[in-house]
């Protein structure tokens, strides 16, 4: 069991209210679970994933204990700005995709 993690940012109630029910709200939209296994994290987050597929409005990120991962770190993602996990020299980077003007 690991530590896992999650921020939300301009998410509707209903996120804040599921997540306080099994995690720890820190600071505000900060929310923590300091022994998560990795069955409640997967459950947890296709929750997450569901309800903002219904309404894709601000942005989630959690992040998780993962020693198969470069750095030991797992990170997964959703909504606004678009971002892409890339490796770099070893290191987990986030790239910002910038939406293009199509006339």
């Known amino acids: ?5 999650i921020v939300t940012r301009d998410v509707s109630d209903r996120f804040h209210g599921f997540l ?3 995690m720890l709200e820190v600071a505000p939209n900060v929310f923590v679970a300091p022994r ?3 069955g409640v994290r997967e459950r947890t987050w296709s ?3 569901d309800w903002h597929g219904q309404e894709p409005r601000g942005s989630l990120v959690m992040v998780w ?3 198969n991962q470069v750095g030991g770190i797992g990170l997964a993602h959703l909504g606004t700005p678009s971002r892409r996990l890339v490796e770099m020299d ?3 980077l986030t790239r910002r995709i910038k939406a293009t ?3």
């Open 20 to 22: 306080a029910s099994v």
């Open 90 to 92: 070893g290191m987990r």
């Open 65 to 67: 204990r993962d020693l």
């Open 36 to 38: 998560m296994n990795r």
């Open 101 to 103: 003007n199509v006339i």
């Open 1 to 5: 069991m690991a530590l896992v993690l």
């Open 47 to 49: 929750v997450v994933v």
